[in-house]
């Protein structure tokens, strides 16, 4: 166990000895190293009256660091008289003063900071987290320590020494391989790895979860979480503890994400070869967050390597991807660059066209997403890091089909033309900072877009001796989304028990809506061939609207070793609207009791939300519309508490139990009998509707770890409630995503060093949805009868449950060329029919009848990826 | 590449054949052959009750308006006023000279079809409530244009109803009209009023096709609201000193039951939107029955 030692060279105390003893009295171990080094130590034993022994062990280590790392708890230390060495009192203000022990944590391998990273004493006195840059700072008293390094999928690392001045250590940590789940599971179970509230999803436990088509990916791990659903296959968007998909606030290395979905939200965004780690907070929000009531998902991605060239090349069922990274200035500056890219597009066009021939009608049907992601890390000192993280995403769906037929004379003509196109444009420029010794400063300027346009043309033409009749529409909705902003947040360690932290921070939302419908029937004619996407956007006048908010938080955070941890903070901002000034005060505490064996913690939270989604469909699609706080829409308030509790059952087991209860205010939703359309100099947002939300519930999470086998099970009893004055006639109903049970599992086995075999299991009870209770009413109206559904109560119908098993190889082996993953496995293996939605059919050889069919979207899918990183 | 197609095709069909499913749904048809009704009871009208038959989704063509249904009205008392059939409107009716409605009343609707009585349809008991008065202050006007150009005068009003009485909630409905004149001489005919919306709480109000305007005072604070109506048109040397409202006050199914019809209407209108959810207040059924008042009243305007 090496010791390093700051203390000056004097005389004989650089003989070089190697002793060790046993809970001895310190003047018995002085005395033996006086004989073992031949050194003349001269102690008065008036000055031992302490009972404490001492355990030693030094192997080559000079005797003037032995002594002082013995004598230092007695507040004794030497000096060289003569050549002798004279054991005296140390003097008080060398005792008590308290040094500062700063530095960063890297990934060995990349040069990369690790974020969050766990830095503690062995004994658990003292524990801190570095920040999101991998900085740490502690306040030490002059003294020996043993700090351990922690990090998930990463090697324990640790460090004795002795402090007697300010002192800065980087730490470098090597990622870790075959015990990986083990260190990350132990991790979870010991609590050291994370704060209370927070999931946290490290790249190979990213790698390892369910996937769909081998897409690895972020979102289908979080919905494995306790508390947390989507609608059907991760269709609808992401509820946390019974919230709404719009309470999420999703960032993207800092920068706030609209949508994260490719394929209308089956696959997300976020590329795994370019993420980091993601950490989901539902709960203890410290206050450096706000603008969502629901929850966090903090998603990073990493640094290009800075000390040499390397990449990723991958391809699964429907994508393939290329990462490239390396140093611009050898562990100063490095570069990161991913591009990914459905390849379906010739086959979906084929089977398109296919299809369509079948069915006598010509057309054909394309899609593909693509996104790029790039980041610039620059080291511009030892204290000062710049970087510049970009993200382009898109997504493009077109449908074309027109069918043309005769019969008995008479000629039809039917066209469908749709497209829909969507997609995030990201990009910020951080500047991270260490001032002086024990602060952090960090400052962000971001800028997000949001672009979605959708576009629907319909014709139906009849040619006949008698009759030319020619009816066509075209739908236009697009929308764009700007957020621009700066953000500064500043860390001051005062003491290792005592984190003060303060930021500000504005934003400046900018929103443009066009809605235009064009028609034969109520417009002045225009030829239908030149009606196209283009020309809707060319006549639709848009709806502009902006606000601006600025926000700032104080909180504090003391500890008392990685026992108690107390997070107290409050959040505040000033939202303005026209000429309309809201402000907000949000409270936040939190309180974490960790002991060796069991934990509890609670928290409290008020939240406040200006930017609110409104679903014409419900299904969480990229069509949703953004709202912004107004003059008819208040800003949403949540009031968050919950509890947990949990121990370790053996070295390799947890049991964890947890509370939740939320109260939403001022939420909103698309009115009944309404859809949305938006026109500019109209006050279009009086008729939505706002209420409030109730969601509470109860999380059992059982987790264990063997070297051979992981399991996780979580298990959520819940229940989520809405009650709006204008919807379902004033009276509470369950919300579309209440779920009274959901469960997940997770069984990774691991077969060897290389193979690992994963079972996935979800069993929950269905979603919510609005059908008809089995009635038509037919009234009677001046110019007729008139049929409307019976609808008893909104959300009255529940799917049947959900239950999908999935099963996963993922095998990785090196070699020369670098480390081969290689994912098999089959998605829904049992191919239960999911029910997406629901809709009404009629039958089709008996056209007076009706029948509910459900439709579901993913059966068993097997799938297969390959990806080499080198 | 025709057998590279065939075979994708048929890995897809396979796969997708998977997707969909017929559902038989237990609450589909479970409100068939019930009876729905609509009856709203006021002091200054006719009781009358329109009565049809619930159908199901695989039953359309045999929905029907029945016309040997047993209507009964159960009063205060347990007074029971049977309804009679009018062939010609398709709609039941008290007897007015039997009865007609007066505040305070109490009442509850019985209506089966004859040879069904064990599947009779009841409401819950409501009560008539009293016609209330708005008291307005800060009356206020002005010219404008309207879409065509034309002159039109817009009147405000703040003005403010009692949300309760006697822990029962008062809801309104309020129609407002001017009478027109012809060289200082009234015409006899009147104009009414168009609502031009409320800017704080617009969803407070919902204006009907016949042109009233239902509302909830409780959603203003102190019961306090501005209405805002105006005229079609406003010629030139034309004056307008008073306006009339008639303001019937409603019980809340009755408001509750107006509300979700005036939905359904703007639903039908609009293609593909939310689900509009029935309001109730009967057992073994569905509909209405409902109460209200009329007072009616004029406001100089300065």
Redesign the interface.
Known sequence: MPIKELIAQTGSVETIISYKCLNKPLPVVLKELSIKSNANIVFSDSKFKSKKTITINANNEKLGDILKVILDPYRLTIEIIEGVIVVVNAKNEEIFKEYILNGVIRDKTTGELLPYASVFLDDKSQGIYSNEKGFYAFKLKRGTYKVMFSYCGYDLDSLNFFIKRDSSINISLNPSTINLEEIIVQEDLNKTSYRYGEDFYSKEKIYKASSLLGESDVMRSIITSAGVTSGADGFGGLSVRGGNNDQNFVLYDGVPVQNTGHAFGLISIFSSSVIKDARLIKSAFPARYGGRLSSYLDVKTRDGNNTKFGGEVGISTIASHVTIEGPIAKDKASFLFSYRRTFADP?IK??SE?INQTNGSEGTTSYYFQDFNGKISFDISKKNQLSLSFYKGVDDFNTSSIAKKTSSKINYVDQNDNNFKWGNNLISFHWNAQIGKNQYSKLILFQSNWNNNFFKFRRNAIDSLSEINDIYTADLKASEIKVRGVKWDYDLQLKPSNIIRLGVGYNQNSSSIKYKNLSNLNNPPIYPEVIDKSSLLALATPYIYSTNEVYGYLEEELSSGKNLVFNIGIHTSIYKFDSTYLPSIQPRMSLALNGDYTWFNISGSLMRQYQQSLS?NGLGFPSDLWVNAS??IKPADGYNFSTQFGFLMGKNASLNFGGFYKLMNNIIS??????LVIEPNT?WQ??I?FGKGKAYGAEVTFKSETKLLNFELNFTYSKSTRQF??????LEYLYKFDRKYMSNAIVGVKIGHKLDLIFTGTYQEGAKV???????????QPGGS?????????N??TFKDYIRLDVAFNFVSKSKAGTHRVFAGVYNVL?R?N?IY?Q?DR?TFNL??????????????PAISYSLTF | MNKR?YI??SI?TL??M????????D??????D?L?VECEISTSRRIEA?L?T?????Q??K?S?PQDAVLRLVGTGDNDYPFIYDSEK?IYYVDSIRHMATANHEYNLIAYLKGKEDNKLESERIQIPNAQNLSVSKPSHKLSKTANGLNKMNLSFQASAPAEINNEKLFYRIIMYRKLYENAIYTGKNELLNFE?N?EI??AFTPSADGSVLFDPS?FKNNTFTLNFSTNSFKAGEKIETVYYALETVTEDTY?YLV?KE??A???Q???????????NMVNG?GFIGGSSKAVDSLVIK
Do not use: H, M, W
């Open positions: 086959t084929s089977v296919y014409e003059r008819f698309i009115g009944e009998g309404r859809n006050a009086k008729d509707p004055e204008d919807l379902n006639n004033a609005t059908f008809p209770s089995g009635g038509i009413i037919v009234a009677k008139v049929i409307y559904p019976l609808y008893t109560s909104k009255n119908y191919n029919k029910p629901l009404l039958n007076n009848t009706y029948e509910a069919n459900q439709v579901s979207i993913l059966p068993l899918l | 197609i994708l095709l897809l796969f997708l998977a997707c969909e499913e017929r559902l038989i749904i609450t589909i048809d479970q409100e068939a019930k729905f329109s049809y619930i159908g199901n989704f695989n359309l063509n929905l308006y398709k919306g800017s617009p969803l959603r509750r979700v939905k359904q703007y639903a039908s609009n293609g593909i939107s939310d689900p509009v959810i029935n309001y109730t569905y």
